[in-house]
C-alpha cells in the first residue's frame, strides 16, 4: 500500500480525493472526522483500509451525484427546482429544458450524436452478428453432446478429413462414450426429374438415424422408416425446396420423386432452419453405412456425427475414440496406416475458423466503440469549459450546483438517448447490410437468423447512455469545486490544469487504440492484395464455366457425350477452345490420392507423395489458358480405352519427382483403382492453385476422360474469341443438340470463380479498413479538438509573442509540436499494442509476417500524416491572431 | 420562511433521533440513534446530505465543539440541535399524519 498514513490511519490519498468532494469548510472537514473516527473503532487490519475506500466512494457518489440530481427543494433560485411541480411535471419539465439547450447548440450536437451513431452502429451491427452465430445454441437437441468424427493424415498435414464406413462402424461398436453414431455425405449431385425436366441438385446422403441422432424434427410426415437404405432408397425434403419446388404442399410426403433415374419415396419434411457442415443440400438420401463398404472394399467419404452418452466429456469420447482407432490401424495396415481419428464439439465443426475471425472483428469494434467513447467525453469536458463562464455567472446569481449538475446530465442523457437511438438504426442497417455479404464470404451458418433483438439493444443502451452519463458526470464533479469569483476573472477563460491533463489523456489513449487497428487493417489489406496478385494459373477474362452431369449412363455414353459436346463446342462460331475437367479450379478440393514413380518406389509406402487427380476432355488447357511446358497435351481418338496409359502432369509433380530431367516418358504408379498400370507422362503443364488463392502448389495429374471416365459430371470451361460473345446460349443449344435431357447448371465466369475464392479475406479486409479508418477519423477529430481548444484558450499568449516579435513560424512550431508529443506518446504505447494483435490476427493472414515492422511504420505515418492535419489548422489560426485581439480576448 | 413545511421520513428520523438526545449530538451519535431505533442500518451519503438538506432548509443548526470526545483525534467536531423551525415541521407533518390515519386501522384488516 502506497497511500498509507504511518500503519494505521485511513489510506491518505482517498482521504484527501474525498475531501475535495465534500462542502467545503467544517462541514466537510467534520464529515471526513466522523469516517475517521469510526475508522479508529474498526479492527486493525486491511479489511478497514478496504472498508475506508468503499465508505470514501459512497460519500463520494451521494454528493457528487445522487444530491445533484435529487436538487435540494429550493425554490426561487433561477425557477428550474419548479418550486410546488410533482414529479412527473418536473421531469418533463427537466427534459424538455434539456432538449432546447441540446437543440441550440447544433455543431455540439451534430458531431457528439454522430461519433456515438458511428460507435454503436458498429458496435451493435458485428454484436448482433455474433450474438447470433456464436452465443445462440445451435438448433440440435443437447448440442453439447454432439461431436463430428473426421479423420486425420498429419504426416501429409490433412485433417479434418471424411472417414471410412467400417472405420465408423467399428468406432461406434467399440467406443462405449458414443451413445449414437450416424454419418453423412455432402454435397452430392443428383439428377432430379421435375415438371419432366431433369434438374440437378445438391443432396447429402444420411444414415437413417440421423435426424433423431440430432433432435431435428420434421414438418411434415414421420421421417424415414426402419428400413429406409440405399437399397431402399427414402428421401427428406429440406423445408426451402419443399416451398420453392412443391408449394409447401404436404400431400408430397408418401409420393415419389425420381432421383438419379430411381424412384424414391418421400418420407417427410425436415424442420426449417438446419444447416448441417455449412453444406446446402435440397433433400437427404437413406444410405446405410454397412451397404457403403468398409475398409477393405471403399475410401473415406462420410463424416461421423456422434451423441455422447451423458455425463461424458468431448475429451473422454476423444481419447477413447483414439484407443479404438489405434486397434483400426493395426487391423487395416494398408488402410489406416497413419491416419488418426479425430473428435471435435460440434460447434467447432460448423463455425470453424469463422468463430476467430468473428471474435478478432469483435475486438476491433470493441476498440473502435472505446474511441468514440474517449472522443465523447472529450467533448463534453471541452464543452464543460466553455461554459465554465456561463456556470460561473449562473452559481453567482444563485443557481446551486445541484442545478446546474442536474442541467448537464440532462443534456448528456438527452445526447446519449439521441445517439443511442440513431446509433441502433444505424446498426439495423448495418447488420443487413453485413448479412447480405457474408453468406457467400464468410459462409457462416446461422447469420440469416440474425436480427437486432432484445440483448442487443439492452447492450446498445448500456453502451450509449453509460458513455453520456459517465462522461456528464466528470465535468459536473469539476464544477463543483470551482470558485465563479475566480472564473469570472481572467484566467477562467481556459480550462484548469486538471481538464487539460485527462484530455491529453485521453488524446494518447485514442491514438494508442487505433494503432493496433490500423495495423491489423494494413496487415489485412496486405494479405489480401498478395491474395488478389496470386496467380491463379488461368486466364480468365471471358471464360465461362457450367457444370453438366449425366450420372446413370455408361462410361462409354459419357466419354462419346463430353467429346462431342467439347468438339463441337470448339467448331461454333465465336467460341477460341471448349474443354471440360471433374474437378474446376477454386470450386471445389476434388479427388486426390498417392503416387510414386514407377520405375523408383519409395522404401515405405508412407513415403508416397499426394497428388490432385482431374480428368480432362477435349481442349480443356487452352480453354482455361494452361501454358503447356513441355511434351502434348490428350489427343482425341488417340488416347482412348486399349491404347497406352497417358497423362499429363503440373510442373510441380515435374520437379518433385525428377528435378532437372526430362519428365517426357517417365512412369507412374497411381494408387487409383490399380497399382500395376504404369502411366506414362506425355505432357506438363504449368501449375494451377485449386482449393484456394494461398495454398502451396502440389501435384497434380491430368488423366484424359477417354481413359478414365471415373466422374459423371464435367465442369465445361469456353474461351469466347471476342469479348462481346455471349457463351451461354451457344452452350445450351449445343447440349441441346446432343441430348436435351442433359442439365445445365452451376453457370459461372471464371473470373467470379476468382473473385468469390476472395471473398472472405476480402470480407475481413474490407471491414477492418473500415473500423480502422472511422477509428483514424474520429482519433483524428479529437486531436483537433484538444488543439484548437488549447490554441484558443492561449490566444492572449501567442498574441503577446507576436506583438514582441515571435515570428509566425516560431508560434506554429510550439503548437504542432505540443500536438505531435501526445500523438508520439499514443504511437508509441499503441506500436506495442500492435505487436500483440498482429500476433492474434495470424490465423487470417496470408504469407505475412505479423510483427512487419514496414506495416507498423506504415500506420504511423498514416496515423501521423492525419495528426499533422488535425494539428495545422489549429496552430496555423494561431499565427493568425492580431495582437490586438489577442488583448481584447485576454 | 419554510414553504417545504411538509418532512420526509427520514428527514423527520433524524430531526426526532437529534431531540431524544438529552445533550446536542453530533453525526455519530444521531446516526448510531437512527439505527438503534429504526432498526435499519443508514448510509453515510444519504445521512450527511440530509443532515446539509435540513440544515439549508433552517430546520437544525450545528455548533462546533471545541472539546471533541475521546478517541476522537481529528478535525471538527459539529453539534446539532433543531430549530424553532424545525419543531414546527416536526408537529405539522405528525398533524397532517394523524389526519390522514384518523379512522383506519390497518394492522387489524392486514390479519
Known amino acids: 500500500m502506497t497511500d498509507g498514513e504511518g500503519r494505521g490511519g485511513p489510506p491518505r490519498r482517498i482521504r484527501a480525493w474525498l475531501g475535495r468532494r465534500l462542502p467545503r469548510g467544517t462541514v466537510g472537514a467534520s464529515i471526513l472526522a466522523d469516517l475517521d473516527e469510526e475508522f479508529g473503532q474498526r479492527p486493525r487490519g486491511s479489511a478497514r483500509r478496504w472498508w475506508y475506500r468503499w465508505e470514501a466512494l459512497r460519500l463520494a457518489f451521494a454528493y457528487g451525484v445522487i444530491e445533484p440530481l435529487r436538487g435540494d427543494g429550493r425554490r426561487g433560485t433561477n425557477g428550474y427546482d419548479g418550486g410546488g411541480m410533482n414529479g412527473m411535471e418536473r421531469i418533463f419539465g427537466w427534459v424538455g429544458r434539456s432538449v432546447r439547450r441540446v437543440r441550440r447548440d447544433p455543431g455540439f ?78 454435397a452430392q449431385s443428383t439428377l432430379v426429374r421435375l415438371d419432366d425436366r431433369m434438374n440437378e441438385f445438391p443432396a447429402q446422403y444420411v444414415t437413417p438415424d440421423f435426424f433423431t441422432l440430432l433432435g431435428m424434427e420434421m ?8 428400413t429406409a437404405s440405399m437399397a431402399q432408397p427414402e428421401i427428406l425434403l429440406a423445408h426451402d425446396f419443399w416451398e420453392q419446388h412443391f408449394g409447401a404442399d404436404p400431400t408430397v410426403v408418401g409420393q415419389s420423386l425420381e432421383v438419379n433415374g430411381q424412384a424414391v419415396t418421400i418420407s417427410g419434411v425436415v424442420a426449417p432452419g438446419y444447416v448441417v457442415f455449412q453444406d446446402e443440400a435440397a433433400f437427404y438420401v437413406s444410405i446405410t453405412m454397412a451397404e457403403t463398404g468398409d475398409q477393405t472394399s471403399t475410401g473415406r467419404f462420410l463424416y461421423g456425427v456422434a451423441r455422447l452418452a451423458p455425463g461424458v466429456s468431448v475429451e473422454q469420447a476423444r481419447q477413447e475414440a483414439q484407443g479404438v482407432f489405434a486397434g483400426l490401424v493395426e487391423a487395416y495396415p494398408d488402410f489406416n496406416a497413419g491416419w488418426e481419428i479425430e473428435v471435435r464439439a460440434i460447434d467447432d465443426q460448423i463455425l470453424g475458423d469463422t468463430r476467430q475471425g468473428l471474435w478478432i472483428l469483435l475486438a476491433a469494434v470493441g476498440v473502435l466503440l472505446l474511441i468514440a467513447c474517449a472522443n465523447v467525453a472529450n467533448l463534453f469536458l471541452a464543452r464543460a469549459t466553455e461554459r465554465r463562464q456561463e456556470m460561473a455567472v449562473r452559481t453567482s446569481l444563485g443557481a446551486t450546483g445541484g442545478v446546474l449538475a442536474r442541467q448537464l446530465l440532462g443534456e448528456a442523457i438527452v445526447l446519449s438517448g439521441l445517439g443511442g437511438l440513431l446509433g441502433v438504426g444505424a446498426a439495423w442497417v448495418g447488420t443487413r447490410m453485413i448479412a447480405a455479404r457474408l453468406p457467400a464470404a464468410f459462409a457462416l451458418p446461422r447469420v440469416e437468423e440474425s436480427g437486432v433483438d432484445g440483448p442487443v439493444l439492452l447492450f ?83 471464360v465461362l464455366t457450367a457444370r453438366l452431369n449425366l450420372v446413370g449412363r455408361s462410361s462409354e455414353e459419357r466419354t462419346r457425350f463430353y467429346e462431342r459436346m467439347t468438339a463441337d463446342l470448339q467448331a461454333r462460331d465465336g467460341v477460341e477452345a471448349a474443354g471440360a475437367i471433374t474437378f474446376l479450379p477454386l470450386l471445389s478440393w476434388g479427388a486426390a490420392t498417392s503416387f510414386h514413380d514407377y520405375d523408383a518406389p519409395p522404401a515405405s509406402r508412407e513415403d508416397w507423395p499426394v497428388a490432385d487427380m482431374r480428368n480432362v476432355t477435349g481442349d480443356y488447357f487452352a480453354a482455361m489458358g494452361i501454358p503447356l511446358i513441355a511434351g502434348r497435351g490428350f489427343e482425341r481418338g488417340a488416347d482412348v480405352q486399349g491404347s497406352p496409359p497417358v497423362i499429363v502432369v503440373n510442373r510441380a509433380t515435374a520437379e518433385s519427382l525428377w528435378p532437372g530431367l526430362d519428365p517426357i516418358g517417365r512412369r507412374l504408379a497411381i494408387n487409383w483403382g490399380d497399382l500395376e498400370t504404369p502411366w506414362v507422362v506425355v505432357g506438363v503443364v504449368d501449375d494451377v492453385v485449386q482449393g484456394a488463392m494461398d495454398e502451396e502448389t502440389r501435384p497434380k495429374v491430368y488423366h484424359h476422360y477417354a481413359q478414365t471416365a471415373h466422374f459423371p459430371w464435367m465442369h465445361v470451361a469456353m474461351r469466347p474469341i471476342g469479348a462481346e460473345v455471349d457463351l ?7 447440349v441441346a443438340e446432343i441430348d436435351p435431357t442433359v442439365p445445365i447448371s452451376q453457370v459461372i465466369p471464371m473470373e467470379d470463380v476468382v473473385r468469390d475464392a476472395i471473398a472472405r479475406p476480402r470480407m475481413t479486409a474490407a471491414l477492418m479498413f473500415v473500423l480502422a479508418g472511422l477509428a483514424a477519423l474520429l482519433a483524428g477529430v479529437g486531436l483537433y479538438g484538444v488543439l484548437s481548444w488549447t490554441v484558443a484558450r492561449r490566444v492572449r499568449e501567442i498574441g503577446v509573442r507576436i506583438a514582441i516579435g515571435a515570428d509566425g513560424r516560431r508560434v506554429l512550431r510550439m503548437v504542432l509540436s505540443q500536438g505531435m508529443t501526445l500523438v508520439g506518446v499514443g504511437l508509441v504505447v499503441g506500436t506495442g499494442a500492435a505487436f500483440v494483435v498482429g500476433r492474434t490476427l495470424q490465423s487470417l493472414l496470408t504469407d505475412l509476417s505479423t510483427t512487419d515492422p514496414v506495416t507498423v511504420a506504415a500506420a504511423a505515418l498514416f496515423f501521423g500524416a492525419i495528426a499533422l492535419a488535425a494539428c495545422l489548422v489549429p496552430a496555423w489560426r494561431a499565427t493568425r491572431i492580431p495582437p490586438s485581439v489577442a488583448m481584447r480576448e485576454g | 420562511m419554510s414553504p417545504n413545511a411538509f418532512l420526509g421520513e427520514f428527514e423527520q428520523m433524524v430531526l426526532l433521533a437529534i431531540l431524544q438526545q438529552s445533550k446536542a449530538p453530533y453525526a455519530l451519535e444521531v446516526r448510531r440513534e437512527i439505527e ?68 383506519l386501522d390497518l394492522e387489524a384488516r392486514e390479519g
Open chain 1, 460 to 542: 446498445a443502451l448500456a453502451v450509449s447512455i453509460g458513455t453520456g452519463l459517465l462522461f456528464a458526470i466528470v465535468p459536473a464533479l469539476q464544477l463543483r469545486r470551482e470558485d465563479p469569483a475566480r472564473t469570472l476573472g481572467a484566467e477562467g477563460r481556459g480550462p484548469s490544469r486538471g481538464t487539460l491533463r485527462l484530455r491529453s489523456g485521453l488524446i494518447v489513449l485514442e491514438v494508442a487504440l487505433s494503432m493496433p487497428l490500423l495495423v491489423g487493417a494494413i496487415l489485412t489489406t496486405r494479405s489480401f492484395v498478395e491474395l488478389i496478385r496470386a496467380d491463379p494459373g488461368i486466364e480468365t477474362e471471358g
Open chain 1, 219 to 226: 414438418a411434415v410426415g414421420a421421417g424415414f422408416s426402419e
Open chain 2, 36 to 103: 438503534a431505533s429504526a432498526g435499519r442500518t443508514v448510509s453515510r451519503g444519504a445521512f450527511y446530505t440530509t443532515l446539509d438538506r435540513l440544515e439549508r432548509k433552517g430546520m437544525l443548526e450545528w455548533r462546533e465543539d471545541p472539546t471533541p470526545p475521546e478517541g476522537r483525534r481529528t478535525g471538527p467536531l459539529r453539534r446539532f440541535s433543531v430549530t424553532p423551525a424545525g419543531r414546527r415541521a416536526l408537529a405539522q407533518t405528525r398533524a397532517a399524519l394523524e389526519t390522514l390515519w384518523r379512522g
Open chain 1, 728 to 734: 451461354l446460349p451457344i452452350l445450351e443449344a449445343t
Open chain 1, 109 to 186: 450536437t451534430a458531431v457528439a450524436v454522430g461519433t456515438m451513431v458511428l460507435g454503436i452502429g458498429a458496435a451493435v451491427s458485428i454484436f448482433t452478428v455474433i450474438n447470433a452465430v456464436l452465443l445462440q445454441p445451435l438448433p440440435y437437441a443437447e448440442p453439447d453432446r454432439l461431436v463430428t468424427l473426421t479423420e486425420a493424415d498429419p504426416a501429409r498435414e490433412v485433417t479434418g478429413n471424411v472417414s471410412n464406413p467400417g472405420n465408423l462402424l467399428d468406432l461406434e461398436a467399440g467406443v462405449g462414450a458414443f451413445e449414437e453414431l450416424a454419418g453423412i455425405v455432402l
